[in-house]
Structure formats: structure tokens, C-alpha cells
């Protein structure tokens, strides 16, 4: 019996081993639910041939667990279809492995697993062939359009999930809760078969809950609720999504005590976002692996870690480095190619890199021109070119994005004098053709490449290494300025400001609930002075921009539409409070809140209208944080009802959703001097709001008493 399946007996059998929002199924349960699938299963396919492979094309539930270990209890290659997948590559996948059935989710047939119904559809197999003890074949997302398929045995998965249990620890298995698709062998592999090994909860999140709707665009405010309300204890990261979460908890506040490992491999990882995720509290242990390696070949763990290194070789796995460097692992880590020679020794991984004293395996590169973006999805320069070229507009193209979040090209029009507005468009055509992680998101018009200063080769090919060192300010992310998109610039550029605010006594105290009735009363005082000028400032800010900005007055009016009123909110909850709503509607605010309105004011008359944005990030990020973290805190150590609490609880939930849309807009300014405008403003707001907060009365020592 395979080790996974014996875990399932082994452990606890009351123990939780899978479960969802709706339902939990212990060890025991599990086990049972298998059984029942497995029984189900095994008539329906008594017709195919051992070797013949059954396709699994379901979303992250327990149905897919579920189905994944019936299918090794029955000894039947499984054949995952990534969701990501264009049409043409999943009907590649099914004909190249050869699948004689597929299950899916549209199904109301006998096929039942935690309570969903299941389909079963019959294919019929073509030619594809499969290597002898072949368990599963994963697909890619592929360098080109037609990824390979890895054929790897039962032995070789549960190695890896084996390996990770004993240099981790089985006591880091509490609640791990999948980020990526089960269709990617990384968490398969090592996400849910190391989970059960070790007698962990696998908990599944539904993709909307988790931000991921569009996956390769997530809503990453919604993916760190999740991670909190699930208790997470583990997780595992593509790069972009590990940046992703840290620019969102950089910016909210928000923390996740719960996690205690967060893995992080597909794609190379700076020590620049390892810091950051230190600096947030995320506990992230670099790895590296492939798929012909089964997932996942070395890792730091929290007992052996080194930054810049991705970690030790997991102790079932041999690596060595040919003459060029090049990382070798043996001793056989997959089965072949589907449809290829068996593959009877070391993988040659067209990765270079190097081992230190200590054993610690680094990576410096690839050695081919494929290209792993930053969500760790393979991509042939080649195969995006193909594309660009095949536009009548464009006469020449070189894409890059290695360890970036999206591709990149370098293109030469067909003649210098078309408009940016026909390349535009001929990109636009390109990318309809290509699956969205390999698509084009920037661009830059250049002359054409020259032979003569050794940006072709003879026969005219491109020679990449050069055209891009020469266009490096553009395509060398290290180098880029601004960045590829406005808000992490924004973020970044601000983070001492925001710094400054979070330090104030009155917010940290605030947080805590350590203040006085008469402190939250004086806070909402201020916030009603500068609350009832957001309409007015906004009104001010749209009547100065011009046509060019026209997306930009329409979030405007949005805004205004949203914010109407809010200051009424603040005056019913001093009301309720037991303060005097009407002194305060007819009184004056304090010097520092009438120096930062004025302050937005002027700089709207006197400079770039684009600048309010600034204090919008200012103002919203820091009403998420004291409603998500402050309110509750506030209203039990005074005692205080939820009708005290109308403009801090509502308001809050609502800017959690203005700062998914606030993101999105922010990316989409590229003037410079507009986004000089929004960092001005927001850095010097940082700075003029902190000065709000400590004006208002607090005595520290007796709030630390309450």
C-alpha cells in the first residue's frame, strides 16, 4: 500500500485530516470516503487498460483529494488539467498522455465524493503511452504551447512528500491550507501528500475566498482574510503571490500569527522580499525543484536556512554539477516523457548553479532562454514572438520577464512613423492567442536591431543577452524606474511615513483598546473636521483635471458617490458615545487637522489635482487597520455598543474594498508627474495625520492601566 494511503490508517483515526467552510472529515472518514469512491470507480474503468490514464479536471475541494487517492488505491494513472490551461493545451494533454476517462465536476451520475456529485466521461485513448509505473503525469503550464507530460511513479512523489516530513518535522503539520492548484504537482506533492503523511488538516478555501478568481490577477486583501480566518499554519507561494501578500500586510497592518512555514519556490526569490517578509512577520523558507524531480529537489527549513541559497538537497536526492555547472539530480527522480525514451538515471536540469561549504545549493540562472516568470509559469521566448511577429505591424520582437510578474518585449515597428496606438493593437491581437501567464503586459518601441552592433546573429536571429543589456532600463526589473506598475512604487516610496503614523501613541494604544472614552470621543472630533471636507476635496480635485484624465474623474465620482454622508456617521457615534454631536458640528478642529486639509487644498490649487490620491491612500488604509484591529478592542475595554461604532465598522469594511480598487487605479497612472504628484501628498499626509493623532488627549500611563 502507498504511504499515503497507509497515513490515512496509521493515524489518529478521530483526527481532522481534510475539510472546507461546509464540512470536516477525519482521518477515519477520509479513509472510508476513498474506499467508497475507489468501489465506485473501479467497474466504470474495469474496460480501460491498466496504463491507460483517467484526466482530472476539478477545481481545489475535497472532491479532488479525494478522487486523486482513489485513483492510487486503484493503481490508475491520474492526469491533472491545470485550470490555467488554454483549450488547445488541455486537448494536447488529454490525446499526448492517451486519457481514457475524465472526471469532472458537472456530473449526476453514481459517482459521489464528500457529497458532490461527480462526472465520468469516456475517451476514447489515442497513442499516447505512458511509462511502466506511471501513477500520475503532469502537464506544465509549458515553455511552449504544447507543454511535455512527466511521468512519475507513486515511489518518486512519496519520496518527496517524505523527505519534506523528516527535514521539516512532523510537528510543523497543523492546518495547511492550498494557495496553488492540486493540479500543480507542488501541491500535490507538497502540499497535500506531505500534510497527511505528517497527520495534518489540508483545509481547502474556495478560489473567490481566496482572492484567486483570476488567479494570475488575485485580490489580495480577500487571500490575507482568508489566511487568517482558516488559522493557517502553512502555506505554499509562487514568488509573485509571497510579494503580493507582503505588499498587502505592509500596507493593512494585517498579521498572521497562525503561520509557522511558508514555502516559496517555482521561480527565483530576492533577498530583498525575503527581508520584507521577515519584516511582516512571515516565517518563508526558499526552495527549489521541477517537476521531472517530482516537485520539490532542495529546501530551507526552519532548522536549516541560509538567504540566497535555496536551501539543502532533501536527503532521498543526489545533485552534482557538470562542467558548466549545470545541476544534475539523480538518481532517477522521473519515469520519462509521455510518449518519449524512459528516462533511467539523472535529471540534466538546465539550471546553473553552485554547492557552499555547508551544503547549500544555490542557483544562478538558466541555461536555455526559458523564461520562469514570477508566478512560476514556464515561458519559450520563442513561442510569445511567434506571435508579435505574425502581426503585420510589428517587424521585429524580444520578449523577456525572468523572475518577473508578466512578459515583457522589446518591439520594432513596421516602419518608425505608425502610431503607439496600431502596435497597441497588434499586441492586443498577439495576446488573444496566447494564454494569459504568457501574454505581453509592457512594452517598449525600439529601432531595429542592428547585425552590425551584434544585436543579430548571422543568419539574423536576435541575440537576446545583448539587445536586452542595452535596453536594460527597461527590462532589468532591478534597474526599472518607476517600477512595472505605480502602486508597489507608491507603497514603497511611503513606507517611512507610514511608519511614522503606525508609531503615534494614540494609534498604537488605539489598537489595543488602551484609551479613554475621552480620547475615542476627541479622535472622532478630528475625524469629522477632515471627514466633511473628503466630498468637497474630491469635487476639487475633479474640476481640475483635464480630458487626459478622464478615467481618473470617473473613480472620482464613484467616491464621491460612496463617501456622501460619512461625516453624519461620525456624529451619531459621538452621539451614542455620550458626547455633544453638536458642539462638535458647529466647533473648529484642531490646528493640525485644519494644517492637513489646507495642506490637500493648496496643493490641488496650486500644483497637480492627481496628488489627492495620496491622502486617499493615507486616509483608507489607515481607517482598514483602526476598524479591523481597533474597534472591537475599544468597544470592550470601555464597554461600549456597535452603535458606537457605525464610522470606524462600516467604513472600514467598505475601504477594505476600496483598496483592492484603489490598487488597481493606482497601477494605471503612468504620467511621472502625476505620480510624483500622489507620492508628495501621500508622504507628506503620513506625516500631517500623524500629527492629528498625537494632538488628540491621551494620557499613556492610564490607558496602559485600563
Same mark, same amino acid.
Given at each position: 500500500?502507498?504511504?499515503?494511503?497507509?497515513?490515512?490508517?496509521?493515524?489518529?483515526?478521530?483526527?481532522?485530516?481534510?475539510?472546507?467552510?461546509?464540512?470536516?472529515?477525519?482521518?477515519?472518514?477520509?479513509?472510508?470516503?476513498?474506499?467508497?469512491?475507489?468501489?465506485?470507480?473501479?467497474?466504470?474503468?474495469?474496460?480501460?487498460?491498466?496504463?491507460?490514464?483517467?484526466?482530472?479536471?476539478?477545481?481545489?475541494?475535497?472532491?479532488?483529494?479525494?478522487?486523486?487517492?482513489?485513483?492510487?488505491?486503484?493503481?490508475?494513472?491520474?492526469?491533472?488539467?491545470?485550470?490555467?490551461?488554454?483549450?488547445?493545451?488541455?486537448?494536447?494533454?488529454?490525446?499526448?498522455?492517451?486519457?481514457?476517462?475524465?472526471?469532472?465536476?458537472?456530473?449526476?451520475?453514481?459517482?459521489?465524493?464528500?457529497?458532490?456529485?461527480?462526472?465520468?466521461?469516456?475517451?476514447?485513448?489515442?497513442?499516447?503511452?505512458?511509462?511502466?509505473?506511471?501513477?500520475?503525469?503532469?502537464?506544465?503550464?509549458?515553455?511552449?504551447?504544447?507543454?511535455?507530460?512527466?511521468?512519475?511513479?507513486?515511489?518518486?512523489?512519496?519520496?518527496?512528500?517524505?523527505?519534506?516530513?523528516?527535514?521539516?518535522?512532523?510537528?510543523?503539520?497543523?492546518?495547511?491550507?492550498?494557495?496553488?492548484?492540486?493540479?500543480?504537482?507542488?501541491?500535490?506533492?507538497?502540499?497535500?501528500?506531505?500534510?497527511?503523511?505528517?497527520?495534518?488538516? $489540508?483545509?481547502?478555501?474556495?478560489?473567490?475566498?481566496?482572492?484567486?478568481?483570476?488567479?494570475?490577477?488575485?485580490?489580495?486583501?480577500?487571500?490575507?482574510?482568508?489566511?487568517?480566518?482558516?488559522?493557517?499554519?502553512?502555506?505554499?507561494?509562487?514568488?509573485?503571490?509571497?510579494?503580493?501578500?507582503?505588499?498587502?500586510?505592509?500596507?493593512?497592518?494585517?498579521?498572521?500569527?497562525?503561520?509557522?512555514?511558508?514555502?516559496?519556490?517555482?521561480?527565483?526569490?530576492?533577498?530583498?522580499?525575503?527581508?520584507?517578509?521577515?519584516?511582516?512577520?512571515?516565517?518563508?523558507?526558499?526552495?527549489?525543484?521541477?517537476?521531472?524531480?517530482?516537485?520539490?529537489?532542495?529546501?530551507?527549513?526552519?532548522?536549516?536556512?541560509?538567504?540566497?541559497?535555496?536551501?539543502?538537497?532533501?536527503?532521498?536526492?543526489?545533485?552534482?554539477?557538470?562542467?558548466?555547472?549545470?545541476?544534475?539530480?539523480?538518481?532517477?527522480?522521473?519515469?520519462?516523457?509521455?510518449?518519449?525514451?524512459?528516462?533511467?538515471?539523472?535529471?540534466?536540469?538546465?539550471?546553473?548553479?553552485?554547492?557552499?561549504?555547508?551544503?547549500?545549493?544555490?542557483?544562478?540562472?538558466?541555461?536555455?532562454?526559458?523564461?520562469?516568470?514570477?508566478?512560476?509559469?514556464?515561458?519559450?521566448?520563442?513561442?510569445?514572438?511567434?506571435?508579435?511577429?505574425?502581426?503585420?505591424?510589428?517587424?521585429?520582437?524580444?520578449?523577456?520577464?525572468?523572475?518577473?510578474?508578466?512578459?515583457?518585449?522589446?518591439?520594432?515597428?513596421?516602419?518608425?512613423?505608425?502610431?503607439?496606438?496600431?502596435?497597441?493593437?497588434?499586441?492586443?491581437?498577439?495576446?488573444?492567442?496566447?494564454?494569459?501567464?504568457?501574454?505581453?503586459?509592457?512594452?517598449?518601441?525600439?529601432?531595429?536591431?542592428?547585425?552590425?552592433?551584434?544585436?543579430?546573429?548571422?543568419?539574423?536571429?536576435?541575440?537576446?543577452?545583448?539587445?536586452?543589456?542595452?535596453?536594460?532600463?527597461?527590462?532589468?526589473?532591478?534597474?526599472?524606474?518607476?517600477?512595472?506598475?505605480?502602486?508597489?512604487?507608491?507603497?514603497?516610496?511611503?513606507?517611512?511615513?507610514?511608519?511614522?503614523?503606525?508609531?503615534?501613541?494614540?494609534?498604537?494604544?488605539?489598537?489595543?483598546?488602551?484609551?479613554?472614552?475621552?480620547?475615542?470621543?476627541? $479622535?472622532?472630533?478630528?475625524?469629522?473636521?477632515?471627514?466633511?471636507?473628503?466630498?468637497?476635496?474630491?469635487?476639487?480635485?475633479?474640476?481640475?483635471?483635464?480630458?487626459?484624465?478622464?478615467?481618473?474623474?470617473?473613480?472620482?465620482?464613484?467616491?464621491?458617490?460612496?463617501?456622501?454622508?460619512?461625516?453624519?456617521?461620525?456624529?451619531?457615534?459621538?452621539?451614542?458615545?455620550?458626547?455633544?454631536?453638536?458642539?462638535?458640528?458647529?466647533?473648529?478642529?484642531?490646528?493640525?487637522?485644519?494644517?492637513?486639509?489646507?495642506?490637500? $487644498?493648496?496643493?490641488?490649487?496650486?500644483?497637480?489635482?492627481?496628488?489627492?490620491?495620496?491622502?486617499?491612500?493615507?486616509?483608507?488604509?489607515?481607517?482598514?487597520?483602526?476598524?479591523?484591529?481597533?474597534?472591537?478592542?475599544?468597544?470592550?475595554?470601555?464597554?461600549?455598543?456597535?452603535?458606537?461604532?457605525? $464610522?470606524?465598522?462600516?467604513?472600514?469594511?467598505?475601504?477594505?474594498?476600496?483598496?483592492?480598487?484603489?490598487?488597481?487605479?493606482?497601477?494605471?497612472?503612468?504620467?511621472?508627474?502625476?505620480?510624483?504628484?500622489?507620492?508628495?501628498?501621500?508622504?507628506?499626509?503620513?506625516?500631517?495625520?500623524?500629527?492629528?493623532?498625537?494632538?488628540?488627549?491621551?494620557?499613556?500611563?492610564?490607558?496602559?492601566?485600563?
Amino acid at each position: 500500500m502507498s504511504r499515503v494511503l497507509n497515513a490515512l490508517r496509521r493515524h489518529d483515526p478521530l483526527r481532522a485530516a481534510l475539510s472546507d467552510d461546509a464540512q470536516s472529515l477525519t482521518y477515519e472518514e477520509l479513509a472510508a470516503e476513498v474506499d467508497r469512491l475507489a468501489g465506485a470507480l473501479a467497474p466504470q474503468l474495469a474496460g480501460l487498460g491498466a496504463d491507460i490514464p483517467v484526466a482530472v479536471d476539478l477545481n481545489n475541494n475535497l472532491a479532488w483529494v479525494i478522487v486523486d487517492l482513489a485513483l492510487i488505491q486503484l493503481r490508475r494513472p491520474s492526469l491533472p488539467i491545470p485550470g490555467f490551461f488554454t483549450a488547445e493545451q488541455r486537448a494536447h494533454a488529454l490525446l499526448d498522455a492517451g486519457a481514457g476517462a475524465l472526471i469532472a465536476s458537472d456530473g449526476d451520475g453514481e459517482l459521489v465524493a464528500a457529497g458532490r456529485r461527480l462526472g465520468l466521461l469516456d475517451l476514447t485513448p489515442q497513442a499516447g503511452s505512458l511509462h511502466r509505473e506511471t501513477a500520475k503525469v503532469t502537464y506544465t503550464s509549458g515553455s511552449t504551447g504544447t507543454p511535455r507530460g512527466v511521468c512519475l511513479s507513486l515511489a518518486q512523489m512519496e519520496e518527496v512528500a517524505a523527505s519534506l516530513v523528516e527535514v521539516i518535522g512532523a510537528d510543523y503539520a497543523g492546518v495547511h491550507l492550498p494557495i496553488l492548484p492540486l493540479s500543480i504537482l507542488l501541491e500535490n506533492v507538497a502540499g497535500l501528500y506531505a500534510t497527511l503523511l505528517a497527520g495534518g488538516r $489540508y483545509h481547502l478555501a474556495e478560489a473567490a475566498d481566496l482572492g484567486l478568481a483570476e488567479p494570475f490577477r488575485p485580490d489580495l486583501g480577500r487571500m490575507v482574510q482568508t489566511i487568517a480566518a482558516t488559522g493557517a499554519t502553512s502555506l505554499i507561494l509562487v514568488p509573485e503571490l509571497l510579494r503580493g501578500l507582503v505588499m498587502a500586510m505592509t500596507f493593512t497592518g494585517a498579521e498572521l500569527p497562525a503561520l509557522n512555514l511558508v514555502a516559496v519556490g517555482g521561480a527565483k526569490v530576492s533577498p530583498e522580499l525575503l527581508a520584507k517578509a521577515e519584516a511582516v512577520g512571515l516565517p518563508v523558507y526558499e526552495g527549489y525543484g521541477l517537476s521531472e524531480c517530482a516537485s520539490v529537489v532542495a529546501l530551507n527549513t526552519p532548522a536549516s536556512r541560509k538567504v540566497g541559497a535555496v536551501g539543502r538537497v532533501l536527503p532521498h536526492l543526489d545533485v552534482s554539477l557538470g562542467e558548466d555547472r549545470e545541476i544534475v539530480v539523480g538518481p532517477r527522480p522521473f519515469l520519462g516523457y509521455a510518449g518519449g525514451a524512459p528516462n533511467l538515471g539523472p535529471v540534466h536540469t538546465g539550471d546553473l548553479g553552485w554547492m557552499d561549504a555547508e551544503g547549500f545549493l544555490h542557483i544562478d540562472g538558466r541555461r536555455s532562454n526559458t523564461i520562469i516568470t514570477a508566478f512560476g509559469r514556464n515561458v519559450a521566448p520563442e513561442w510569445v514572438e511567434s506571435e508579435l511577429l505574425a502581426q503585420p505591424a510589428i517587424r521585429q520582437a524580444v520578449v523577456f520577464g525572468e523572475a518577473q510578474s508578466g512578459i515583457g518585449a522589446l518591439i520594432v515597428p513596421l516602419s518608425a512613423d505608425l502610431p503607439k496606438t496600431v502596435i497597441a493593437e497588434a499586441v492586443a491581437h498577439a495576446n488573444s492567442a496566447l494564454p494569459l501567464y504568457a501574454q505581453v503586459v509592457r512594452w517598449r518601441l525600439c529601432p531595429p536591431f542592428d547585425r552590425a552592433a551584434g544585436e543579430l546573429t548571422g543568419n539574423g536571429r536576435p541575440r537576446r543577452e545583448v539587445i536586452l543589456e542595452r535596453h536594460r532600463d527597461f527590462t532589468n526589473p532591478a534597474t526599472q524606474d518607476p517600477p512595472v506598475t505605480f502602486f508597489p512604487r507608491l507603497v514603497t516610496e511611503t513606507l517611512g511615513g507610514q511608519q511614522v503614523l503606525a508609531s503615534v501613541p494614540q494609534i498604537e494604544d488605539g489598537l489595543a483598546g488602551r484609551i479613554s472614552l475621552e480620547t475615542y470621543i476627541a $479622535y472622532l472630533t478630528e475625524a469629522y473636521h477632515h471627514v466633511k471636507h473628503t466630498v468637497p476635496l474630491m469635487q476639487t480635485a475633479k474640476a481640475r483635471l483635464d480630458d487626459r484624465h478622464t478615467r481618473f474623474r470617473d473613480a472620482l465620482d464613484e467616491y464621491i458617490a460612496e463617501e456622501t454622508g460619512h461625516e453624519e456617521w461620525i456624529l451619531n457615534d459621538i452621539r451614542h458615545a455620550g458626547g455633544d454631536a453638536d458642539a462638535v458640528r458647529h466647533g473648529q478642529p484642531r490646528a493640525a487637522t485644519r494644517a492637513m486639509v489646507d495642506f490637500v $487644498y493648496d496643493f490641488i490649487a496650486r500644483d497637480n489635482a492627481m496628488g489627492f490620491f495620496g491622502m486617499v491612500l493615507v486616509l483608507e488604509g489607515t481607517s482598514v487597520r483602526l476598524a479591523t484591529q481597533g474597534a472591537d478592542a475599544v468597544a470592550a475595554s470601555l464597554g461600549l455598543g456597535p452603535e458606537c461604532f457605525s $464610522y470606524l465598522s462600516s467604513h472600514g469594511a467598505v475601504d477594505q474594498e476600496h483598496l483592492v480598487s484603489f490598487q488597481k487605479l493606482m497601477d494605471e497612472v503612468d504620467d511621472p508627474d502625476d505620480q510624483r504628484a500622489i507620492i508628495a501628498v501621500a508622504s507628506a499626509v503620513f506625516d500631517l495625520f500623524a500629527d492629528v493623532f498625537r494632538a488628540i488627549p491621551h494620557d499613556r500611563s492610564l490607558a496602559h492601566a485600563v
